[in-house]
């Protein structure tokens, strides 16, 4: 069975956080944050998960129309395999839906979910299904759920998703697996409202592999994604797919310029499209390794890097994925921070400056609660807070803990 790069690198880091903790929080340095500026936002944890709720969530969190947050975790729930929970605003959280491996239910899911059109919410899995493959699945807000598509493998048919959804103005949903494919290197495809599949493009390596974070939908109707290998220097590349299907290669990767392994684009207000590398770049300092990159691109494909993460440095590394809030700063997260695997959170303003907002440190005497190691980008919800989700950490008594949902006010900035 293939492991993406996600898989193995929540389970490392799951393992190394062991450690990181019982070093303990008090050595870890102190973010901003925490040394009391006026000018950063207050952060909490709201939520934090148990072996019911489910553990290790790693993905982005959606806001339904009635104001809930909905999202996966990996692990947990009844059968250990991962669930769909529903959390209210301040914090309370229903499972509506525990996977289990029963040879059609899908399990581990590693993406979160969209609110589609006719009001339910679409997810995937990389594993399960009839063929073992991984699914798409359909749930109610009040947890009536049902697997849309079972993937079968290569050639024909997609093999393990670890990416979010997009629905595009018709209804059709569209997706990429990190394999399957005519070439097993990965695919995107779509889904009718009928539930019709198909391949609308097989990766073969120069062009991209492994397209793990999904794509986007950018205002005039085509698709943008990224792969985290292949292109010109087995890098990772940014694709686009037009209003009529037809594919190109927007730019691929430079690792120690560019960075390496970019996670999903957004669109700014101003057309541009954001993104991150989660490795590379030219760092600072000569003998200092590039933690990361976050850059801009234009529509044509010209990528500016506008920020360089340094391994090891105390504003984190290995970003993981950036949202634009309604204050026009941007705001990511670090799976790294100070060569521990805590993480932190930045905003970053559309030049570039860059600023710490929190870093992780569970069991500190100011968030003895707190979480670590976000796998993914805050969003930023209808009250124009942003929520996201830690894969460790929180109030289970356990090392290194279950993980977490946290909220940043940025309305008390």
Known sequence: ?????????????????AAAFAAGSAAQPASTAERGSPRLPFYET?????????????????????????GTTQMGGAYSVGTVFRMGANGQATVLHS?????????????????????DLYGT?????????????????????????????????????YAPLVQTEDGRLFGTTSFGGANDMGCVFQLT??????????????????????????????LYGTTVRGGDSNSGTIYRIDRHGAFSVLYSFEPAITGASPTRLIQ??????YGVATMGGTPASPGVFGGGTVFRMTASGSVTVLHTFTQGAAEGDYPTGIVQARDGNFYGANANFG?????????????????VIHAFSPGSARYPNDGAQPLAPPIEASNGNLYGTTTVGGMSGIVPGYGTVYRVKLDDD
């Open 46 to 70: 709201l939520l934090s998960f148990d072996t019911t709720t489910g553990t290790t969530p790693s993905s982005e969190l959606v806001q339904g129309q009635e104001k809930h947050f909905y």
């Open 268 to 273: 700014a207000r101003n057309g541009h499209f």
């Open 193 to 222: 409202r009928q539930g019709v599949f198909s391949i609308v493009h097989s990766f073969d390596g120069t062009d991209g592999t492994f397209p793990q974070y999904g794509l986007t939908l950018a205002r005039d109707g085509s």
């Open 339 to 355: 060569g521990n695997q805590l993480g932190t959170l930045f905003r970053m303003t559309p030049s570039g400056a860059l600023t």
């Open 99 to 119: 996977f289990i491996q029963n040879g059609q239910d899908g399990f581990l899911p590693a993406a979160g979910l969209i609110l589609s059109r006719d009001g």
């Open 125 to 161: 899995t990389p594993l399960g299904g009839a063929y073992f493959s991984g699914t798409v699945f359909r749930i109610s807000r009040k947890g009536v759920y049902s697997v849309v598509h079972s993937f079968q493998g290569g050639p024909t048919d997609g093999n393990q998703s």
């Open 1 to 17: 069975m293939k492991t993406s790069a996600h898989r193995t690198f929540v389970g490392f880091l799951v393992g190394a956080l």
